[in-house]
């Protein structure tokens, strides 16, 4: 399945580029000269969420941010998982295809295990990491398993595949008035209906069913990736990733990490504080 939605370019100016991965057709954008920054999004997001992000950087950065398989503008194969593996097993093509060296990996939410687990077998290519309110290990705390088991129960599934529940009341209503009405928009259409939702539906039952796949993540980190410069810029509001317990567990896996705490930001914090991650990014890289 293909997305027709045109994205508005007074929200989202960039120019849509694709590629033809082994799963299905990837949608990103491509903008600016320098050293590369791979923008990775989470659920129920896509590369829009890092606009402001790009915007503010593309006159000194590379700037590529992609749509994985199921969001954004990117297919639904209907032979396609959409778990976490798959979608880094296809992340890692597309850095290989725009043959990225010397690059920085920026990841939000689920963006951050699937940017960091195509990095790893790259190691040698990572110019350094960039995570914003996420998580490289099994999700084990007893809220984020709850949620889990409740969100992939049938009749979440329902909501989520026939209402749209977790654009509408996890990223929309969560996000209050940070989004105008033309940007909430973009979030909603890009996820249409039904068939269009289905990676959406696959995310919270990957919190348990990826658990080894994190596992073996979070091992190969430090021989791989620990030495790499790093930064958290961390929304402190958040409940999905709480700041106590995903800090220093950042800076257990990464030696040279910078933390950016933003006090007033939650969960989205590149859309709530995208200014601090660019200054920051300028900053050290």
Known sequence: MRIGF???????PFRSRWFASSSGRVHYVDEGDG??????HGSPTWSFLYR???????????CIALDHMGFGLSERPSDFGFTIAELTEVLGELVDHLDLDGFVVVGHDWGGPIGVGAAVPRAERVRGLVLCNTALWPI????????????????????ILDNNLLVEKFLIAGLGDVLTPLEADHYREVQPNRDARVALGVMPREIRAAREWLCRLEREIPGALGGKPAIAVWGMRDVVFRPRGCLPRIQRDFADTEVIEVPRA???????????????ISRRF
Request: with cysteine; aromatic share 8%.
């Open 140 to 159: 084990d705390a007893m809220p984020n398993r709850a949620f889990s088991a409740v969100m992939s129960s049938r009749p979440c599934q329902r909501r």
């Open 35 to 40: 050293t590369p920054i791979l923008f990775c």
């Open 266 to 280: 939650g969960h989205f914090v590149p859309e709530e504080a995208p200014d601090e991650i660019v200054t920051a």
């Open 6 to 12: 045109m994205p508005d370019g007074e929200v989202y």
């Open 52 to 62: 402001r992000v790009i915007t503010g950087l593309r006159d000194r950065y590379r």
